[in-house]
């Protein structure tokens, strides 16, 4: 089965499919051992890892194309990819949806903040017309070739003009022709529930450590009927904190010698294909050196 299918069946279920956010092939691995069904590319994360900036519209569309293949060859889960907010006019998503879905990506987000859009969960937020933003889904639904590449339609609307907006938006999204709707931000539980209600179509609702959200577990969103849940930040919150510890411990003490808290290197090892390229140097280069004896 194709991984966009794949995705598209998932998230049709209803069942609150559980989003861990990414920033690259090896967080990415990492969450598919697991056992996550499908990964978020974040965008904040991609940012923070590549740029150490923070979400403000500073990586360039190729750079997240290259960060999304790279993600895509090295899982075997279906990878959702964020588009951001298109990288420009609707005819720069029509772009932006070629060059992503040709990544091998099941799907991609795409939001209705103004340009430069910031973290879904910070101050400031502007929206584009509602109309603008129909175009922007008209014009990835018409490039897409696979008809199961999943278009997420994202809204800001909950934190800049209420639940209302943001359900309104919701449903004139998938009328335009997405296939599920990402209600960022919604400041409580009874909006959440609201918007799932509303919203006729498949939702998707985000968990951020010090969000706007509550932080709901899987099975309380699976029973309100969230389609699926994104994680986007946890990798990166993980990855930040676990490095500045170490790297503490090394400079207090001048060794490694005692920090326990970390992978095995021969662990990781197997998440970098260690075996796979030996073996290759093996077949190939051994066994030309020995012919050149």
């Known amino acids: 089965m194709k991984k966009t299918t794949q995705l598209k069946q998932l998230?049709?279920?209803?069942?609150?499919?559980?989003c861990p956010g990414v920033y690259d092939a090896l967080s990415a691995r990492v969450v598919e051992a697991c056992g996550f069904q499908a990964c978020q590319i974040s965008g904040f994360g991609i940012s923070a890892s590549s740029l150490g900036m923070t979400d403000a519209s500073f990586t360039s569309l190729e750079e997240v194309v290259r960060i999304t293949s790279n993600i895509v060859r090295a899982v075997s889960i279906p990878v959702m990819t964020d588009a951001d907010t298109g990288y420009g006019n609707a005819v720069n998503v029509w772009w932006t949806t070629k060059r992503l879905e040709e990544t091998g990506a099941a799907g991609m987000n795409l939001e209705d903040q103004c340009l430069p859009k910031r973290c879904g969960h910070m101050e400031g937020k502007q929206l584009i017309a509602l109309e603008e933003m129909v175009g922007k889904i008209k014009a990835a639904v018409d490039v897409r070739e696979d008809p199961d590449f999943v278009i997420n339609a994202r809204t800001d609307a909950a934190s800049v003009c209420g639940i209302d907006?943001?359900?309104?938006?919701?449903?004139?999204?998938?009328?335009?022709?997405?296939?599920?709707?990402?209600?960022?931000?919604?400041?409580?539980?009874?909006?959440?529930?609201?918007?799932?209600?509303?919203?006729?179509?498949?939702?998707?609702i985000n968990m951020l450590e010090g969000g706007r959200t509550p932080r709901l577990t899987f099975e309380e969103l699976r029973e309100l009927g969230a389609a699926r849940v994104s994680c986007?930040?946890?990798?990166?919150?993980?990855?930040?904190?676990?490095?500045?510890?170490?790297?503490?411990y090394l400079k207090e003490h001048g060794t490694s010698v005692g920090f326990e808290e970390l992978m095995p290197f021969e662990t990781f090892?197997?998440?970098?294909?260690?075996?796979?390229?030996?073996?290759?140097?093996k077949k190939y280069?051994?066994?030309?050196?020995?012919?050149?004896?």
Not at 11 to 18: E, K
Not at 269 to 281: C, G, H, I, P
Not at 285 to 293: G, M, S, T, V, Y
Request: no cysteine.
């Open 11 to 18: 998230l049709l279920s209803r069942d609150a499919l559980p």
């Open 232 to 248: 986007p930040m946890l990798t990166s919150l993980i990855s930040a904190y676990a490095l500045k510890r170490g790297l503490t």
């Open 285 to 293: 280069i051994e066994e030309a050196l020995r012919l050149l004896d």
């Open 269 to 281: 090892k197997e998440f970098t294909d260690t075996s796979l390229v030996r073996a290759m140097e």
């Open 165 to 204: 907006e943001a359900i309104r938006r919701g449903n004139a999204y998938l009328d335009a022709g997405a296939d599920m709707v990402f209600v960022e931000s919604p400041a409580s539980v009874d909006e959440i529930k609201k918007a799932i209600q509303e919203i006729h179509g498949p939702v998707s």
